[in-house]
């Protein structure tokens, strides 16, 4: 079982940002994209964004462009996602999810669940009004 590394969620209130951050299990482990869901509660799971990993393009789900920056850290393979200017509907659980036998997947296709391989296990992020 592959296990990606999550952190920085947590307790903010309106308008704070937080930083979360998925890690590769290890140094040398390669994959094509990574993307961030979230899930509320009594909602579904929606996307958030995603990265291709060879050429950095990204994806935004619309309501949260321009609040939402998706970033590679080559050093520590590792994709961030800095959330800004939180609001309370941003609670849920946030997940990242890793393409790692799709090589060229559009980055457009990076929306769909099913083009992933991995999944964190879960992070809260609660915001307060």
């Known amino acids: 079982q592959v296990q990606f590394v999550e952190s920085g969620g947590g307790l903010v209130q309106a308008g704070e940002s937080l930083r979360l951050s998925c890690a590769a299990p290890e140094p040398r482990f390669s994959f094509y994209a990574m993307g961030w869901f979230r899930q509320a509660p009594g909602k579904e799971r929606e996307f958030v964004s995603a990265i291709t990993w060879r050429n950095g393009r990204t994806n935004y789900a619309d309501p949260l462009k321009g609040r939402f920056t998706i970033s590679r850290d080559v050093p520590k393979n590792a994709v961030n996602l800095q959330m800004n200017s939180l609001k309370p509907e941003d609670t849920a659980i946030y997940y990242c999810?890793?393409?790692?036998?799709?090589?060229?997947?559009?980055?457009?296709?990076?929306?769909?669940?099913?083009?992933?391989?991995?999944w964190g296990q879960g992070m809260q992020v609660t915001v307060s009004s």
């Open positions: 999810a890793v393409d790692s036998s799709r090589w060229n997947i559009p980055v457009s296709a990076l929306v769909r669940e099913d083009n992933y391989d991995y």
